[in-house]
Every structure is written in structure tokens, then in C-alpha cells.
């Protein structure tokens, strides 16, 4: 994987955009839970009130408090609130919102400092405790006054009745006092804050606050944040999955771009070493997994992580007690993901070179089918296929059994989890030890946990197959190339002869003992045709694919006007060659943009001209589009005589200085076939023509002749020299024509 890093490098400021995109959503996500515990502890349970300092109190209600606060904390009272008089012109700002004002007369505290709020919050959550347990106290001595309280139902409590012990507070020792507010200050701060908030809502109730309005308002409040919220997390969302797909087809196209560019500049022996069906899955599906990767990689890989590890610190401030639970569920998703990726991966790198394997019987099938047919054997074929498909079938449908068994278990592990939640925090409500919007909280926590874990698991199923396609993508971009352009090339310049001489040349294929070619030695000159015969593999073809550097030479040397050709750039070399293969190849468009293929700019002159002289002319004249019409993808709506000859056109079409024919007569009647290397002659002029040819006919005027005889070259000459000099020409020459065709 890390091979195709660099891939990323034009990319990596769209991906920190991403990551921070990322970390936004993230953030949004883990807030939500705790906004929805707000919701249920402080807008249903408490009525909306979320401080255990009120906003406004009662002077009655001050003053029941006042005697359970240290001294510290009453000059912090006195200097956060402000004693607003019934009856007084500042009483007029706050009479509407505070109802008490003007229909009983009495004046309340309003807080007018907000800056120490927290610690406010903490010195009336304790004094209402220790009222609380005062009360409790009078409750056990029978005392009447506070006979209300037994049951402690604090929200539900009438403030007067508590009022009735205003007039007792002066009668108690401040020793009983401070035992109280030492109690308090032992107290669990979830207890503090829950008696506080209780106790403020009773003196909102009082000064004629609408607590139904009050709890709407709030949990208003808190629903829009949520909504925002969740706005802005879906925005980041979009974005990332954007970016994400940007950056992974960008990934893809670079790839796809480099290895066909690598490929195109594969020699036969590269060709060799990887099959084609090999080096289409690789451009395709290969460079798709790492696409899919990349997406996921950018989208989960830094997603899963935020959200794991914040789940857990917020759903430790939820509850450490439930944090058990956690580790265990945890815990159990590492067992789950280990043993599916012990079974599955191994599943995983075998999938791409059955895909592979595949293609190959497809493709093989499909360019074959002629012949197929002709022998009869569709059955095996169908057999040979049936087998490659199942390999991949079966594999894949274990892999997905594999992923089938996963989601159950994940699910299972999940509401495990939320159960074990319910079960112990519901203990710990009763016990007053967290609330239930805190639990509820700790749930949506662990459900983010788990599915942190599940998409981490996801990625380590996906890592494995996109490792071996990018091995595979890898081993195309990183293979050497057995053919380089020379560091300090020379150049031929726009005059070129077309001198073509080959210096004691050998050659073999890869790591094969014996040479191909052994010791050949000639000269093709320009305005001349040489021509190359010889049987079945004794290296003719092999000999002209060496001039175009299709391969290199083992031994001695090839040069091009006296300039070795391995010291002229491979373009350049080619630009100067007409080459006509032995199989003719047809590309998809029309006659016209197959013959402009080595010359764009050609006018339909030359390509008429072209095609005239390969002897094309007619049968492209006798179709309704002519030179517009369409040509099939490898030519098969042509006949093998038309597409050669197409061929032939082609090349000539070029103009080049050299001209190479390897067997491209072989398909045309002995009536073409003479026409057409009459017309050759003199189109090709002050040009070199190489030609390779089974019939004698064929190369019967050539200037030169070169006879080769497994890899070696036996005879040299022209026709007539040959006739006599030459024992393996002359025995060519008999088996095909008669002594007066040889004359």
C-alpha cells in the first residue's frame, strides 16, 4: 500500500480538509447525547431548570437558606444578587416576569452576576441539602411544622409549609447549624445539584414563574441546538464524502494514467512476463479496490478512531461506574474481529488472481471463438469456464458468509451491551447515583463505541485486498523495463537515409540457453528491398522486430544511417519506420482514421494514395461510406486480404524512410499480391523496404535476399545467386514453383 503513497501527495491538502471536516462531524455526533441528556434530566426531570442557584428567589426564600451558608458564602450572595423591594421603581423592570412583586408584596433577590455561577451553584445545592436533612430531623422529633417533608418529595413540597420554620432558624445553635452544612459538604455532588434544582423550582413556582413555559423554553432551547447541530454534522458529512470521492478518482485516474503509460512502454519481453488478461485486471479492477479503499480509508480510518475514543471519555463523564461494560463490549469486538480476520483475509489475496484467471479464460474465448467453433469444442470451453467462474464464486460466497456472520454478532454484542446498561443503571437511579438522561447518554456512547469498532473492522477486511491489488498495480509501475532510451540520445535528424546494417547480431529471448538469432550480419540499403525467408521459426520475424528495438539485441549491434539504434531514441526510431506486423491489427473508428494512424495530419490525398498502391482502393470505393466507413473493433467487419492490405495502407500513409513487412502478403491472391509490390516499388522510391515472405514469388526481384535456417544465415544474395549458391533457398524455391516459374 505504502508503494502508492506518493499517489496522495497532490492531494493532501484536500485530505486535511477532510480530516478536519471529519473531526467536525465527530464532534457534532458526540455532543448530541449529551444535549438529549439535557433534554430528559433537565427539561423533563427538572422542569427546565438546570442551575441549583436561581435566577430569583423570595426573600422568605433567602432567608430560609441564609443560616445553612458559611460567612465566605453569604458575602458571595450578597455580591451576585440584588434585593429588589415590592413596591420600588426598580421593582417596575421586574414585575411582569416576577408576578410576587405586586401581589404580595414581597421583594426577591435577582442575580445579577453571573461569573461565579458554578461555585453559586454549589453553595445553594449543599444549604438545600442541609435544610433537607434539618427537616428530615424535625420530621423524626414529631415536630408539626415540618411534618410535610417526611417523604421528601421535594418537587411536589409546598414552600410555605417550609417557611413555617423561619421564626425557629434564631432558636437553633449554630452548632446544629454547622453539623448540618458539614453533612452537606460530604454530600455527592449528583445529590447536591439534583436537591438544589429542586429547591429552585419551588421558588421560581413562587414569584409566579409559568414553570410549563419555563420547561417549553428550554427544551426549545436545547432541540434547536440539536437541530443545528445535527445540520452542521450532516454539512461536514457531505463534505467529506465529497472530497473523499474526489480525491479517490483522482487516485485512480493518476494510477490508471501510469500504468498504461508503463505498459505502453513494455518491450515483447515485458508482454511476456505479465499476461494480458493480468494487465487489464490490474488497470480495472485492481485500481478500483484501491479506489473504494481510499474513499473508505478517508471516510472511516480517521472517523472511527474520534469517534471511539471521544465516545469513551464522554461516556466516562456520563458514569464510571457503567465504564465496565465498555471494555467488556470492547473486548469482545477485538475476539470477534481477530478470528474473522484469521478466516477471512488468506480468503481475501487469493480473490484478485482468480479474477485474473477469469479474464484470462474469457478473453481467450471470446478472441477464439472461430475456432472454437470450428473444432467443436464449446463444451470444454464452457467446462473450463464453469470451473474459473466457481473458483471465484465459491471464494467470494465464503468471504460473504464470513461478513453475513459478522453483522449478527455485532448486533448481538450491541444489545448486550444496552441491556447491561438498563440492568445496572437502573440500580445505580435508585441508588441516586446518576440520573436517567445520564444513562440514556451512556447508551447512545456505547452504541458510537461499537460501531467505532465496526467500522475499524470493516477497514481491516478491506486492507488486505487493497494491499494486493497495489502489490499488483506495483509490480506493473515498478517492473524494469529490458528497453531505455539512451541517457545522452543522438538524433537522425529530418533527412534520413534508411541505411539499415546488422553487425554480427544474436539474439535469445529472456533466460533461454540457445540464440534465436546467431551472428547475423547485413545491410539493407535505401532504394533497395531486402527480403528475409527461411522455414517455420528460423527467425525471420524475431530478425525485423529487432529494428524497431520490440526487443533488443543480445550480441553486436544494429545501426540506423551509421548511428546504433540503441543510441536514438525509441519515438524517434519508430517515426522513421513503416511497420506492417504479421497479424494485422485494425483499431475501432473508420478506414480514414485507421490509415492516418502513423500520419494525424495526412491529407486524403496521401491516404488515397496509401491505399491505391496497397491495392485497397477498390473495395474501399465499393462500400456506400468509402473511406468513412465504420471499422470494427480488431477489424472483424473486414475480410484477413482487407484488413491486411488496410495494413499496408497504413504504413505507406506514414512515408517513412524504412519500410517493414513481416509476412504482410501472405493473405492476398498471387494477381494482388504482384500488383502490389509494383506499385510498391515505386512508391516506396529511395526508401528501404525489409520484407518477410513465405513465397518465393514474392521476393523473387528483391535486390537482396536473406536466407536464415534456424537462427543462421545460410545464403545471401539475389534470386538467381541464390539459385545456385544457396541449397535451402533453391530447395524454398522448388516446393512451391516450377522450373519455368523459377527462370
Not at 409566579?208 to 458529512?237: C, E, P, R
Not at 446518576?434 to 447512545?444: E, L
Not at 494485422?584 to 496509401?610: T, W
Request: proline share 2%; net charge neutral; with cysteine.
Amino acid at each position: 500500500m505504502f508503494k502508492l503513497k506518493k499517489y496522495l501527495k497532490p492531494h493532501i491538502v484536500a485530505v486535511i480538509l477532510a480530516i478536519l471536516f471529519l473531526f467536525g462531524e465527530a464532534v457534532c455526533e458526540l455532543v448530541l447525547p449529551n444535549l438529549m441528556s439535557d433534554i430528559v434530566n433537565i427539561g423533563i426531570q427538572n422542569t427546565g431548570v438546570e442551575n441549583a442557584s436561581p435566577e430569583v428567589i423570595s426573600t422568605d426564600g433567602m432567608t430560609l437558606l441564609k443560616p445553612f451558608m458559611s460567612d465566605n458564602s453569604k458575602k458571595l450572595i450578597e455580591k451576585s444578587y440584588k434585593l429588589v423591594e415590592s413596591g420600588t421603581d426598580s421593582a417596575k423592570d421586574y414585575e411582569n416576569a416576577y408576578p410576587i412583586l405586586k401581589e404580595s408584596g414581597k421583594g426577591v433577590y435577582v442575580l445579577t452576576d453571573y461569573s461565579d455561577r458554578s461555585a453559586l451553584d454549589d453553595i445553594f445545592g449543599k444549604a438545600s441539602v442541609a435544610l433537607i436533612a434539618m427537616m428530615q430531623d424535625f420530621a423524626k422529633q414529631g415536630n408539626t411544622s415540618a411534618s410535610s417533608s417526611k417523604d421528601m418529595d421535594i418537587s411536589n413540597a409546598d414552600i410555605t409549609e417550609m417557611y413555617k420554620i423561619n421564626p425557629m432558624l434564631s432558636m437553633i445553635p449554630q452548632a446544629k447549624f454547622d453539623g448540618y452544612i458539614n453533612d452537606s459538604n460530604n454530600a455527592d455532588n449528583q445529590i447536591t445539584n439534583t436537591v438544589g434544582c429542586a429547591m429552585t423550582k419551588l421558588f421560581y413556582k413562587e414569584v409566579g414563574i409559568d414553570m410549563g413555559q419555563y420547561q417549553f423554553n428550554y427544551i426549545a432551547k436545547i432541540g434547536v441546538y440539536m437541530l443545528l447541530i445535527t445540520l452542521a454534522g450532516g454539512i461536514f458529512a457531505i463534505l467529506v464524502s465529497l472530497i473523499a470521492s474526489k480525491v479517490a478518482a483522482g487516485v485512480a485516474k493518476d494510477l490508471r494514467r501510469d500504468l498504461f503509460q508503463k505498459v505502453e512502454s513494455f518491450s515483447n519481453r515485458e508482454f511476456d512476463s505479465f499476461s494480458t488478461a493480468s494487465l487489464i485486471t490490474r488497470t480495472t479492477n485492481d485500481i478500483t479496490q484501491i479506489q473504494m479503499f481510499v474513499v473508505m480509508a478517508i471516510r472511516l480510518i480517521c472517523f472511527a478512531p474520534i469517534m471511539g475514543i471521544g465516545g469513551m471519555i464522554m461516556a466516562l463523564q456520563q458514569g464510571v461506574s457503567l465504564s465496565w461494560i465498555i471494555l467488556l463490549a470492547i473486548v469482545l469486538l477485538i475476539i470477534v474481529m481477530v478470528v474473522i480476520c484469521i478466516v477471512a483475509l488468506p480468503k481475501f489475496k487469493s480473490i484478485q488472481k482468480m479474477v485474473d484467471k477469469l479474464n484470462l479464460v474469457t478473453r481467450e474465448s471470446l478472441t477464439g471463438m472461430m475456432v472454437i467453433r470450428a473444432f467443436g469444442t464449446q463444451k470444454n470451453e464452457e467446462e473450463r469456464f464453469d470451473k474459473a467462474n466457481k473458483d471465484l464464486t465459491s471464494v467470494n460466497l465464503f468471504v460473504n458468509r464470513v461478513m453475513v456472520i459478522l453483522m449478527p454478532i455485532i448486533t448481538l454484542i450491541m444489545n448486550g451491551v444496552t441491556l447491561l446498561i438498563v440492568w445496572v443503571g437502573a440500580h445505580q437511579i435508585e441508588a441516586a447515583q446518576i440520573q436517567i438522561g445520564d444513562m440514556m447518554a451512556f447508551m447512545q456512547y456505547g452504541m458510537i463505541i461499537i460501531m467505532a469498532f465496526l467500522m475499524i473492522s470493516m477497514m481491516f477486511i478491506m486492507i488486505p485486498r487493497a494491499s494486493v491489488s497495489a502489490s499488483r498495480i506495483a509490480e506493473v509501475l515498478e517492473s524494469e523495463l529490458s528497453i531505455k532510451d539512451s541517457k545522452n540520445p543522438k538524433s537522425l535528424g529530418e533527412n534520413s537515409k534508411g541505411e539499415i546494417s546488422f553487425n554480427n547480431v544474436s539474439f535469445k529471448y529472456g533466460n533461454a540457453e540457445d540464440n534465436v538469432i546467431e551472428n547475423i550480419s547485413f545491410t539493407a540499403k535505401p532504394g533497395q528491398t531486402t527480403a528475409f525467408i527461411g522455414s517455420t521459426g528460423s527467425g525471420k520475424s524475431t530478425l525485423v522486430n529487432l529494428i524497431p528495438r520490440f526487443y533488443d539485441v543480445t550480441a553486436g549491434s544494429i545501426t540506423f544511417d551509421g548511428i546504433d539504434i540503441r543510441d536514438i531514441t525509441q519515438h524517434e526510431l519508430r517515426s522513421k519506420i513503416g511497420f506492417v506486423p504479421q497479424k494485422g491489427v485494425l483499431f475501432s473508428g473508420d478506414i480514414a482514421s485507421n490509415l492516418r494512424y502513423g500520419k494525424r495530419d495526412a491529407s486524403d490525398s496521401e491516404i488515397a494514395e496509401a491505399a491505391k498502391v496497397a491495392q485497397a482502393e477498390d473495395f474501399i470505393n465499393s462500400k456506400l461510406e468509402k473511406y468513412e466507413s465504420p471499422i470494427a473493433q480488431g477489424g472483424t467487419n473486414v475480410s484477413g486480404g482487407q484488413k491486411q492490405r488496410l495494413c499496408i495502407a497504413r504504413a505507406l500513409a506514414k512515408k517513412a524512410p524504412v519500410y517493414i513487412f513481416d509476412d504482410s502478403f501472405s493473405a492476398l491472391d498471387f494477381k494482388t499480391d504482384a500488383a502490389l509490390r509494383k506499385a510498391l516499388k515505386k512508391y516506396t522510391g529511395d526508401s528501404t523496404v525489409l520484407i518477410v515472405a513465405q513465397r518465393i514469388s514474392t521476393i523473387m526481384d528483391a535486390e537482396q535476399i536473406i536466407v536464415l535456417d534456424e537462427g543462421k544465415r545460410v545464403g545471401k544474395g539475389t534470386h538467381k545467386e541464390l539459385m545456385q549458391s544457396c541449397p535451402t533457398y533453391r530447395e524454398i524455391a522448388s516446393s512451391q514453383l516450377n522450373e519455368e516459374e523459377l527462370k
